[in-house]
């Protein structure tokens, strides 16, 4: 396993808030807009910082997508923000059309994905996003998984040019990634490496895939664990070099299984490398309101189900 040290607990729209603050700090064509949810994506030392860099768009989404693909058009980087149902779901059309087919420099900042939003419920938890997104051409997803990741992928999100969709969210979590680890888009990060089983990792799951290898090498299995941070350009060769050496694999990702993570990774093996493979993904329902935590578990999403989808995808090699 590769070292690592918890530095605290952060949320990862944190890591998002405090990158803009440095971008605004060093990048004076990097302007921010939001639809009514500055305090939600933590924006708030970047606004007071530059005024004259950031524009309201109220709750009207759609026209906030347009704004922000005409400031990408008038030379601007501009990152639109709101909360990941609103960014996807509600605005696919303008997205579609004015940002991934004209191809313009807009990054999409979308928070409070996934079930661990909580509370709010299923109208607010959505698990379809990166589906959505990735089948866009000129798309790339990116998906972090805690606080210093997520600070890092904005950074990098805004020195590449073209159409980024940034995925992160609301609930406190560990910090484990080093502070100053570069951040390459479209290249997987390996946590730990073995014979015995692939685990693919993304966004939230990552924390619970660590501590599933960590319990599954106590016990003399030998995992390949990889952050796939990016879904889209997939990792590709990382992923099947993982795979030829353990011949099974588990997808672990806080979305529906049809379109995420897992999807991308069956539709490589299917194509280059057909291999057993388990996912830890939520299987075609809606999400419903409760803690974070509780939800995970209720959803299968947390570190015994990891567990048990390497031990499931172990016997299916055998």
């Given at each position: ?10 949320d990862t729209r ?201 319990q599954l090498e ?101």
């Open positions: 396993m590769r070292p690592y040290t918890l530095t605290g607990k952060k944190s890591g998002f808030g405090d990158a803009m603050t440095e971008l605004g700090r060093s990048n004076p064509d990097v302007v921010a807009l939001c639809a009514d949810l500055v305090g939600s994506l933590k924006l708030g030392t970047f606004i007071q910082e530059n005024p004259d860099r950031f524009f309201q768009a109220g709750i009207a989404e759609a026209n906030m997508i347009s704004v922000g693909a005409g400031l990408a058009l008038g030379g601007k980087i501009p990152f639109v923000s709101t909360f990941a149902a609103f960014a996807t779901g509600r605005v696919y059309d303008q997205i579609r059309q004015s940002v991934a087919y004209s191809n313009t420099n807009v990054k999409i900042a979308a928070s409070h994905a996934g079930l661990t939003l909580g509370e709010d419920g299923a109208t607010h938890q959505i698990m379809e996003d990166l589906g959505l997104m990735k089948m866009l051409p000129n798309m790339v997803v990116i998906n972090p998984c805690d606080y210093n990741q997520t600070k890092a992928a904005t950074l990098a999100a805004a020195a590449y040019h073209g159409p980024v969709y940034l995925r992160f969210g609301r609930p406190v979590e560990p910090i484990y990634t080093p502070a100053d680890e570069p951040f390459v888009i479209g290249k997987a990060v390996q946590w730990s490496e073995g014979n015995d089983v692939t685990i693919l990792a993304t966004g939230h799951l990552m924390w619970r895939a660590i501590q599933a290898a960590e106590a016990e003399g299995i030998g995992v390949d664990l990889l952050n796939i941070h990016t879904i889209k350009p997939l990792d590709e060769e990382a992923i099947l070099a993982s795979v030829r050496k353990t011949g099974c694999v588990v997808t672990c990702e806080e979305h529906m299984m049809n379109g995420g993570l897992g999807d991308s990774v069956a539709q490589l093996l299917a194509r280059h490398l057909p291999t057993p493979q388990e996912y830890v993904a939520v299987n075609d329902l809606f999400g419903e309101s409760g803690t974070p935590a509780d939800l995970l578990v209720k959803f299968h999403l947390d570190t015994p189900d990891v567990v048990a989808a390497a031990r499931r995808a172990m016997e299916r090699k055998h």
